[in-house]
C-alpha cells in the first residue's frame, strides 16, 4: 500500500467516507420484509419434549448454574406415580428465563444433560412491560404435536427411563409404538 505524505494523513480518513458515498445504500425494510436468520442463530428459548408429550427437563438447575447473567430460575420437584412430568425422578416444576438480563450466549444450552433445553431462530421479543419478557415454562415449552399426550401421564407401558433418554420412544400413537 502506498504511503501517504505526512501533510495528508488527517485527510485520508475521508477517503473511506467518500468512496462509500457512491455505493448503494443496504437498507432492510424490516419488519416489512423479513431476512432469513443464521441457522445457528440464538434466538428464543424452548424447552422440548419427548415424542409421546413428556417434558425432557428434569430440573437439574445446572442451565441456571450455567448462565453468566443469572436469567435463568428453575426449581425442580419430584415426579410421582400419580403426576409425571418427565421420565426421570425430577421434573422442572418452575422454570423461568428473564429476557432482560439474557445475553443469547447458549452456556445453559451446553449445560443442559438432556438437551431440554435449545435455542431457536425467534429473535422477535419486544413486550411494553417488564413483567411481559420473563418467560414463564408454559411459554418456552415446545408445541404439542400429532401423536403427543399433555403431560402428566405415565412412561410409555414396557418402556424405562432409559428408552427415553436413548430416543426409543417414537410416541404415543398405538400405531408408531407397533413399529419398533
Known amino acids: ?12 480518513g475521508f ?14 425494510q424490516y419488519p416489512e420484509e423479513k431476512v432469513p436468520t443464521a441457522p445457528r442463530f440464538h434466538g428464543r428459548h424452548q424447552l422440548n419434549r419427548y415424542a409421546d408429550g413428556l417434558e425432557k427437563c428434569i430440573g437439574c438447575e445446572l442451565c441456571a448454574w450455567a448462565c453468566p447473567a443469572d436469567a435463568i430460575y428453575v426449581e425442580g420437584a419430584d415426579n410421582t406415580e400419580e403426576e409425571r412430568y418427565s421420565p426421570g425422578e425430577r421434573y422442572g416444576a418452575v422454570y423461568q428465563i428473564n429476557y432482560l438480563r439474557c445475553i443469547g450466549c447458549g452456556l445453559c444450552v451446553e449445560a443442559c444433560p438432556t ?7 425467534d429473535y422477535e421479543m419486544v413486550d411494553d412491560t417488564r413483567a411481559g419478557l420473563i418467560y414463564e415454562k408454559h411459554d418456552l415449552l415446545a408445541p404439542m404435536l400429532a401423536g403427543m399426550a399433555p403431560a402428566p401421564h405415565d412412561l410409555y407401558p414396557g418402556a424405562t427411563e432409559a428408552d427415553y433418554y436413548r430416543g426409543d ?12
Open 1 to 12: 500500500m502506498p504511503r501517504v505524505p505526512k501533510f495528508l494523513e488527517p485527510i485520508a
Open 15 to 28: 477517503g473511506v467516507t467518500f468512496l462509500t458515498m457512491f455505493r448503494k445504500a443496504n437498507t432492510e
Open 115 to 121: 438437551r431440554a433445553l435449545t435455542m431457536t431462530n
Open 169 to 180: 420412544i417414537l410416541g404415543s400413537a398405538p400405531e408408531q409404538h407397533e413399529a419398533r
